[in-house]
């Protein structure tokens, strides 16, 4: 497009506001106002909405048919430059909106300045943050999606192993590693259920609200927010402009999903530690120490466990912003910006390199059957016994004796003598003999949920099912 030799003084003004003002801006005045340094990721969205706008502008009659084309071909004019790494901004440019708009006017010269009739930078910033975060939200979403298939990659690969499973980190039951992967499906699949709730009211569009009070004119709202992809408009305009509720549904989101990988990494952390040995983290996911050439560090799952605090203070960070405002719109709302993009940014790379980990992690079936022991079947001793008649609450202490007795004769659970059991309880017969068998405690917990076979592979169908959409 050639640029147009003589714009409009006004639309190139480097201030969208500035006519009532005597005096310019302080110099760090200027410099701690200006959001385009981060808001400029809205660019795309920015130019999306402003074309829809112009088309909503010549449709409700406020512009010609020319203008409206006039203004749609400048603003792709101004979206290559974005798009190639060209634009230049000049340093007037305070934020996204104006950078826009001034480079819009140098291109096709006056008409730039209709494209603001009826629109406040209000209204704007809500719809483009909107905008980009609904596209941020689907990429998302499909990277949730690659993550939990790698988890039942990882659970199918090792159906088979035994594993400890503990409470307050402590030894607990037998139970399979799959069985442990698969937990992590289903937290991620409520992460995916949320997210698909903060999506649909991300998907409003606030557009036509003008700076708070509505706009004067015949704007078709509800053509407007069909043409941009929105589900719905916004039903009250002070709320438009201010709502940032959005905002924090999805860095609560984020925030959530965060500590669901961090409890991940915290496990395999602790797991690839030698003395525990369970699981090895791919050398692409490792690295070394400067100092001690024998260190192998989990430093993907360090900086994902780590990443969790920085997600839960950008939540953090802008509730505290929006509680003490007042209505409607205040400048304190760019402060939702920065922690948003550090999130989304985050994510970003969170979640496909905590896949690459799932889908590159090497297990060690030996090391995790070593570490079974059989106090850990103590629970089913105390079962064997209620299937005599003892009440469990029974049952359970006089189990707690025999461990005592054990722990007081140097033995482990399974090598206590029976008529050291019987001592205890006569209902303990020749067939406890029989109990002290990992697979088979596995395999009495068949229930739905369970850690036996049949329950995990019932599990994998369902999670299957989930991620091809039936």
């Given at each position: ?14 201030k ?46 406020l ?16 979206a ?11 340093a ?27 629109r406040?930078?209000n ?27 790698a ?17 307050h ?7 399979r ?37 509505g ?12 043409e ?28 959530l ?7 991940l ?7 690839s ?82 896949a690459?980990?799932?889908r ?47 722990e ?7 090598t ?11 209902q ?25 076979a ?6 994998l ?10």
């Open positions: 497009m050639i640029e147009n030799q003589n714009p409009d003084p006004a639309a190139s003004s480097p969208l506001w500035g006519g009532r003002f005597d005096a310019a801006p302080d110099s760090l005045m200027e410099q701690f106002n200006a959001s385009l340094p981060f808001d400029q990721a809205l660019w795309a969205a920015d130019i999306r909405g402003s074309q829809a706008y112009a088309r909503a502008l010549a449709r409700a009659g512009i010609s048919l020319a203008e409206r084309d006039q203004l749609l071909a400048g603003l792709d004019a101004v290559e430059e974005w798009a190639r790494g060209v634009f230049a901004p000049h007037g440019d305070e934020d996204i909106h104006t950078a826009v708009e001034r480079r819009l006017g140098e291109i096709i010269g006056g008409v730039a300045g209709k494209l603001h009739t009826g406040s930078r209204d704007q910033v809500a719809t483009d943050v909107r905008l980009w975060l609904r596209d941020q939200i689907d990429q998302l979403a499909a990277a949730l999606c690659d993550l939990q298939a988890v039942i990659a990882l659970a199918e690969a090792h159906l088979a192993v035994l594993m400890p499973g503990t409470t980190m402590q030894p607990a039951q037998p139970i590693f799959s069985h442990w992967a698969l937990s992590f499906f289903w937290m991620w699949q409520r992460d995916h259920e949320r997210l698909t709730e903060v999506r649909r009211r991300v998907n409003v569009c606030p557009l036509g609200s003008g700076a708070l009070a706009t004067p004119f015949n704007v078709d709202r509800v053509a407007l927010a069909a941009l992809g929105f589900d719905a408009i916004s039903a009250n305009s002070l709320d438009a402009v201010s709502d940032r509720d959005f905002v924090v549904e999805f860095l609560a989101w984020a925030a999903l965060g500590i669901h990988l961090s409890r990494a915290e496990d395999l952390i602790l797991w530690n030698p003395q525990f040995g369970f699981v090895r983290v791919a050398d692409a996911y490792s690295t070394g120490s400067s100092l001690m050439p024998q260190k192998r560090n989990p430093d993907a799952m360090e900086l994902v466990r780590g990443k969790s605090g920085r997600l839960l203070g950008n939540l953090v960070s802008l509730l505290t912003t929006l509680k003490g405002l007042p209505s409607t719109y205040n400048k304190d709302l760019q402060e939702d910006k920065e922690p948003l993009f550090d999130t989304v940014t985050t994510l970003t790379l969170a979640l496909p390199v905590t690459g980990v799932l590159t992690l090497q297990v060690n079936p030996a090391r995790m059957q070593a570490a079974l022991s059989s106090d850990m079947l103590a629970t089913d001793l105390a079962d064997y016994l209620v299937r005599q008649g003892t009440p469990f609450r029974q049952a359970h202490h006089l189990v707690g004796q025999a461990v005592r007795r054990a007081a004769l140097g033995l482990t659970l399974s206590l003598p029976l008529a050291e059991l019987q001592a205890i309880s006569p303990f017969g020749a067939d406890v003999a029989a109990l002290w068998d990992f697979n088979h405690s596995v395999e009495q917990r068949a229930t739905p949920g369970g850690t036996a049949a329950a995990v592979e019932t599990q169908r369902q999670a299957r099912q989930i991620l091809a959409g039936g």
